[in-house]
């Protein structure tokens, strides 16, 4: 069974440019959660999709934002980079009703210059 | 406070050893208590799951959570260099407190040498 997928692998871009980030879950899960793992920070949550629609965010500003696809494959935008965005970007998914048991995918390490 | 306390190591041990890794943590309201493996560069693998309180066993692992001290614990017997990884702890709250969000620790990396 496939896992997790996302892409593109990495990313580079520079102050002020948008980033697009696509996750792919595992088949039968609908929901779909983005991470943001920095250096010296550990993985904090950015949020979280089901369904099609958002159900929570975490403490980040309004420029991250995403979309949830009717094949439940998911999006996260990045608007406005700035050098602090540069981090490893995670997406994971799960079963409806079973957000406590998230995989994750392989992520897309973004850099921002 | 960070909600979620954890050693970040690193911790070398030999093959063969009992590993041992801790989180602490604060809110009261987690109910769902996680371990992860993450190689360099890779995404985390969930490892083991558990409900509330008590004890779980897979092979080689076993997951403890001691709810009223706020304390989980992942032991780790006959330790392998293929366990040579950075492990995290996660956790989150149950019923109508649902919020898709797992509250992750710092991480410990683990090195087992040949």
């Known amino acids: 069974e496939a896992g997790v997928t996302q892409s593109p692998t990495h990313l580079i871009k520079t102050r002020g440019q948008q980033a697009t980030l696509r996750c792919s879950p595992i088949?039968?899960?609908?929901?779909v959660y983005w991470y943001q793992q920095a250096l010296g920070l550990g993985l904090q949550f950015l949020l979280w999709y089901d369904e099609g629609e958002e159900r929570n965010r975490g403490n980040f500003p309004p420029r991250f934002s995403g979309r949830q696809f009717p094949n439940y494959s998911s999006e996260l935008n990045v608007n406005a980079l700035e050098l602090e965005d540069s981090a490893l970007y995670l997406c994971?998914?799960?079963?409806?009703?079973?957000?406590?048991?998230?995989?994750f995918g392989p992520g897309t390490r973004l850099l921002v210059l | 406070q960070k909600e979620v306390e954890q050693d970040p190591g690193p911790l070398s041990v030999p093959e063969g050893a009992i590993v041992s890794l801790n989180c602490t943590y604060s809110n009261s309201a987690f109910q769902y208590f996680m371990w992860y493996r993450q190689y360099s560069r890779k995404g985390p693998e969930l490892l083991m799951y558990t409900y509330s309180s008590g004890n779980k066993e897979d092979g080689r692992f076993t997951a403890q959570v001691d709810k009223s001290s706020k304390y989980i614990s992942l032991f780790i017997r006959d330790s392998q260099p293929s366990d040579s990884a950075t492990y995290l702890c996660a956790m989150s709250g149950g019923g109508s407190g649902n919020t898709g969000k797992l509250i992750f620790g710092q991480g410990t990396t683990l090195q087992v040498k040949p």
């Open positions: 994971a998914s799960s079963f409806p009703n079973s957000q406590e048991t998230q995989y």
């Open positions: 088949s039968g899960h609908t929901s």
